[in-house]
């Protein structure tokens, strides 16, 4: 069976620093932190007092109060760069068959939002179980996607994938595949997260997975920084529409790049820490050249996992040169989390829309905030730190890896015809 060829043709984002595609490439580009202290609590009581919220968001802009109090944070920031790719893309214009169009959504929580506030309401209320009618239906992980397909009238592959924060990486895997094997012509993907509560915090706080940099929020996330001391929580959406080469081609749709390969692996080691040499993000990433048929001479740019962790930026760094050797000293690796943290289930997706801006641009975003060279990272290798970098990139290749040992890579490609 000849496989279909993939490419994207619609992008949207709602991030810590920009609320559509242009504002967040811009805010990569230019270095931008999206880490300030914590607004819409009082987090004073907790270890971290900051986080990567979203800046200047009003779900009234977006919804009418209706509509608004039936949808979970989560679902609303999904809707909403959906939109964005959906319009981008040109998609639903001409009478499209809504049969072969699918959602294939990826949200590593859900709803957290919307469970402490129920579980809020329950406990410090009389003990009768007087519970919202949409608590279920806001809370559950799948129901962005079923959003999604509502309002466009998809009904093509619809689902959720969840694997911590590997999870919107696995979805636009599984949508590249879905495609490629013939089985839908276009699919609405991407994930979406919004954990920035006193539910989420608390929880990454008693795992210590959180910097408490409280008096430098900004220069908290610093990938591959001697000082780093955990990632920064963030929040947001990313979406991508991903299509059939002959669909796009016949209806002259306008295409970011081509999708080439996926891998996925797991790392069966531990629950939260990845394995000490790389093995699991060795192994997606040897699985995604493959299914590229590539060399990995042939990558110009990763853009690494590179939460800002202690052991993790050590054992992805290792990885990265088992798996490309010599090359690794030519590549551009960077970590755009230390610029909109770590938005968990949604990371991914935001992470494979800049690396096909960096292929569609010819540029290579940043590393920000690094100040000391750690000894236990190779430290010849070109981590983009501080400023943009100008290069042709033809291939590149983003990692997302998620607690439970869930290791992703996809890799998306310059288009040529």
Known sequence: ?????????????????????????????????????????????????????????KAEEHFDRKEARKLDPFSQYAMVSASEAMADSGLMENDPNQDRIGVIWGSGIGGLQTFQEEAKNFFTGDGTP?????????????????????????????????SACASSTNAIIDAFNYIRLGKADAIVTGGSEACVNQMGMGG?????ALSTRNDSPETASRPFDLNRDGFVLGEGSGALILEEY?????????????????????????????????????????????????DPSQVDYVN?????????????????????????????????????????????????????????????????????????LDNKLNFTFHKPQKREVNIALSNTFGFGGHNTSVIVKKMVD
């Open 130 to 162: 007087r519970m919202n009618p949409f608590f279920i239906p806001k809370m559950i992980a799948d129901i962005a996607a079923g959003h999604i397909s509502i309002k466009y009238g998809l009904r093509g592959p619809n689902y959720v994938t969840v």
């Open 204 to 208: 990454f706080n008693a795992l210590r």
């Open 246 to 294: 002959e669909h796009a081609k016949k209806r002259g749709a306008k295409i970011y790049a081509e999708v080439i390969g996926g891998g996925m692996s797991g790392d069966a080691y531990h629950m939260t820490a990845p394995h000490p040499d790389g093995l699991g993000a060795k192994n997606t990433m040897i699985a995604a050249l493959e299914d590229a048929e590539i």
């Open 304 to 376: 690494v996992h590179g939460t800002s962790t202690p052991l993790g930026d050590i054992a992805e760094v290792k990885a990265i040169k088992q798996v490309f050797g010599e090359h690794a000293y030519d590549l551009n690796i960077s970590s755009t989390k230390s610029m909109t943290g770590h938005l968990l289930g949604a990371a991914g997706a935001i992470e494979a829309i800049a690396c096909i801006l960096s292929v569609k641009n010819d540029i290579i975003p940043p590393t920000i905030n690094h100040e000391t060279e750690d000894p236990e």
């Open 1 to 57: 069976m000849e496989l279909k060829r993939v490419v994207v043709t619609g992008l949207g984002a709602l991030t810590p620093i920009g609320n559509n595609i242009s504002e967040y490439w811009e805010g990569l580009i230019n270095g931008k932190s999206g880490a300030a202290p914590i607004t819409r609590y009082d987090a004073s009581a907790f270890k971290t007092h900051f986080a990567c919220e979203l800046k200047d968001w």
